[in-house]
């Protein structure tokens, strides 16, 4: 992104690109910009990811595998912390950690030299961020929820699943709809997901260009502030996206385990005491 500065602040408009454009066909089906890239990206992330695994070493060392086991351990507690039962909580850390380290590489690659408009083909940008294509952070996001709905149904039940969207009894109809309203708003979680994502990474992208652009000859004295935090935007997003995929998981997992303890250790309490008369205080 940094080469492409000069080239921005040379036009006589900031070139903003949202959409992602196809660049080639495969048979009939389409390739954008943003799939390109993001073929590239994770195949270098596997390939990071592989040199990692191999060099890390029981004895702590230094330099980038060090930081990679910081975070690593971090959202490992993050996740386990999100859950009351500690083993299943270990269950979903091979699916949680990987994607945060999924989204924040694409993140980051994604703001390298030489992606966007630096290289083009046939008048479009050669590559685009993974993650700033918004048909790119809707799958993503409809693999979690999926995951997150698959796996609370197979932990607790369908039974107990469904209790936790109603708070009272069934034969009220407020709580009836207030149930629905409450399932119908779950499911927006697949939007809401995908959007924060999308248009984090998206609109800081832009607002580099921006600036970039209105710096003119002194482009990279400009963008270079906002440069520096699209890098923390894609560490935070990609914590936050990670965070609300586990919390929605453990929500729906713990009300229906509490909702199990209360129904084993339910005891009869009287709503009323009796007191004889004379003051004695002891109930009947």
């Known amino acids: 992104m940094i080469t492409a500065l000069t080239k921005f602040a040379a036009a006589a408009n900031p070139d903003v690109h949202i959409a992602p454009s196809t660049i080639f066909h495969i048979g009939s089906v389409g390739i954008s910009n943003s799939i390109f890239y993001g073929w590239i990206g994770t195949a270098i992330i596997v390939a990071f990811l592989i040199w990692v695994a191999r060099h890390i070493t029981v004895k702590p060392q230094g330099g980038i595998i060090q930081y990679i ?3 690593a351990d971090y959202i ?10 500690k083993k299943r909580a ?3 850390i091979l699916y949680f950690v990987p994607l945060f380290f999924f989204i924040l ?5 994604g703001i390298i030299p030489g992606v966007g408009d630096s290289l083009t083909l046939h008048s479009n940008p050669l590559f685009r961020p993974f993650t700033a294509d918004f ?8 693999i979690t929820m999926g995951i997150v709905y698959i796996s609370s149904i197979r932990e607790v039940g369908i039974k107990d699943y469904l209790s936790h969207f109603f708070v009272g009894s069934l034969k009220n109809p407020f709580y009836v709809f207030l149930g629905l309203i409450e399932m119908i708003t779950d499911f927006t979680r697949v939007i809401s997901l995908s959007l924060r ?19 003119h000859i ?9 440069y520096f935090m699209d890098i923390f935007d894609d560490l935070l997003q990609a914590f936050i996206f990670v965070l609300l ?16 303890n209360e129904s084993l250790t339910e005891v009869s309490i009287p709503e009323t005491m009796d007191v004889k008369p004379g003051g004695s205080g002891e109930s009947a």
């Open 245 to 260: 995929g586990t919390m929605y998981l453990a929500i729906a997992v713990n009300h229906a385990s509490e909702h199990n």
């Open 135 to 142: 048909n790119a952070t809707l799958a993503m996001a409809v």
């Open 69 to 71: 086991e910081v975070v």
């Open 197 to 215: 994502l999308f248009l984090n990474i998206a609109i800081v992208e832009t607002i580099v260009v921006v600036f970039a652009w209105l710096g």
């Open 90 to 92: 270990q269950k979903y």
């Open 218 to 226: 002194i482009a990279p004295l400009t963008a270079t502030p906002f």
């Open 76 to 85: 490992v507690g993050t996740v386990e912390g999100a859950f009351e039962e």
């Open 105 to 109: 590489m694409n993140n980051l690659i």
